[in-house]
Nanobody
Framework: QVQLVESGGGLVQPGGSLRLSCAAS????????IGWFRQAPGKEREGISC????????DYADSVKGRFTISRDNAKNTVYLQMNNLKPEDTGVYYC??????????????????WGQGTQVTVSS
């Protein structure tokens, strides 16, 4: 079965860094787009990064450009999100997700139907 498991979240001070991991199973990364999303309390889920794992093409939300980097290891079936220079507004539950069809890249949650359970990221001093 398709499974996505996020890890790497935690509490970090502003300006700090975290690397999130998304371990995928039940499918090959190169056949789908993988997205990273976050959701703060009371707000809609926001697409922050995505990758076409076959070509390596990526996209980022304007709010994280220059600070976050998505990458993957196809052999390990794992996608990463390196988050640098974290800000309090980055706080939220971070999810990885798999598209239901092969995509170049999309930051729209509606294009994804398989989701992990999320990992909490809290940026606070």
């Amino acid at each position: 079965q398709v499974q996505l498991v996020e890890s790497g979240g935690g509490l970090v001070q502003p300006g700090g860094s975290l690397r999130l991991s998304c371990a995928a199973s039940g499918f090959a990364l190169e056949d789908y787009a993988i997205g990273w999303f976050r959701q703060a309390p009371g707000k809609e889920r926001e697409g922050i990064s995505c990758m076409n794992s076959r070509t390596g093409r990526t996209d980022y939300a304007d709010s994280v450009k220059g600070r976050f980097t998505i990458s993957r290891d196809n052999a390990k079936n794992t996608v990463y999100l390196q988050m640098n220079n974290l800000k309090p507004e980055d706080t939220g539950v971070y999810y990885c997700a798999r598209s239901i069809t092969l995509l170049f890249c999309s930051l729209s949650p509606n294009m994804y139907r398989f989701w992990g359970q999320g990992t909490q990221v809290t940026v606070s001093s």
